[in-house]
């Protein structure tokens, strides 16, 4: 089964800038698309990025939309979140996950298609 490892959360002031690393390893011809969520204290977890394998499409929720951006490298097996101008409201763990599901638009998963997870890294935006 595919392993997945996140890495680069730190602390981080607003206005700063982080890149995250989801390394992924097993067997991968499964899958369809890999996703970043983020879950704060107390709270849902939430969607926060997503991309097809095979196209490279990308999904983004409004508070993502021109902050975040998703990509992967498949020389390297890794799938990179690059977030800027990082806001307090940002801190969370991130989680990446992988699903097994085809969906024709990469807009259409839902959390619960996610079936590969790893164990999450910690983003904190404060002053």
């Known amino acids: 089964q595919l392993q997945l490892v996140e890495s680069g959360g730190a602390l981080v002031h607003p206005g700063g800038s982080l890149r995250l690393s989801c390394v992924t390893s097993?067997?991968?011809?499964?899958?369809?698309?890999i996703a970043w969520f983020r879950q704060a204290p107390g709270q849902e977890r939430d969607e926060v990025s997503c991309i097809n394998f095979r196209s490279g499409s990308t999904y983004y929720p409004y508070f993502a939309e021109g902050r975040f951006t998703i990509s992967r490298d498949n020389a390297q097996n890794t799938v990179y979140l690059q977030m800027n101008d990082l806001k307090p409201e940002d801190t969370a763990v991130y989680y990446c996950a992988a699903s097994r599901q085809f969906r024709q638009d990469v807009r259409w998963y839902r959390q619960s298609d996610f079936d590969t997870w790893g164990k999450g890294t910690q983003v904190t935006v404060s002053s």
């Open positions: 097993g067997p991968s011809s499964d899958y369809y698309a």
